[in-house]
């Protein structure tokens, strides 16, 4: 199954009411052209949720590892931001993210200046 695409949202000094997308369990991906993407994700579950940031680097034939990144229940949490030499995966501008869980988590990409 392919992933599914979310949209970045812009951060300004104007404020933002982000919109969230529900995760799923293709995966999501986003566009990263310039390394200034910060993800908010929520976990609303009563149980830990882990969320992998899939790294896209290989130096030499050994590919960095995964982030990892475990949400408490009942918590949001901020990730980035996403460096674009590290996370894009290869050849592209997209930033994979997966999660062990999808019910009851929901997730933004925000752009910031």
């Known amino acids: 199954m392919a992933r599914v695409s979310i949209a970045r949202q812009q951060v300004s000094d104007a404020g ?13 991906s986003v566009e990263n052209s310039k390394g200034k993407v910060i993800l908010h994700v929520c976990n609303t579950n009563e149980t830990e949720v882990t969320v992998t940031i899939r ?3 290989t130096m030499g034939g050994l590919k960095l590892q995964d982030r990892q990144v475990v949400i408490p229940p009942a918590t ?11 996370y894009n995966q290869p050849g592209t501008s ?4 997966d999660y ?5 988590v929901d997730v933004a990409a925000l752009l910031i200046p």
């Open 100 to 104: 062990s869980a999808t019910d009851g």
């Open 94 to 97: 997209q930033v994979w993210i």
């Open 55 to 57: 790294s896209g680097y």
């Open 16 to 28: 933002l009411v982000p919109a969230y997308s529900p995760a799923v369990e293709e995966g999501h």
């Open 76 to 86: 949001c949490v901020f990730i980035g931001p996403l460096d674009q030499q590290v």
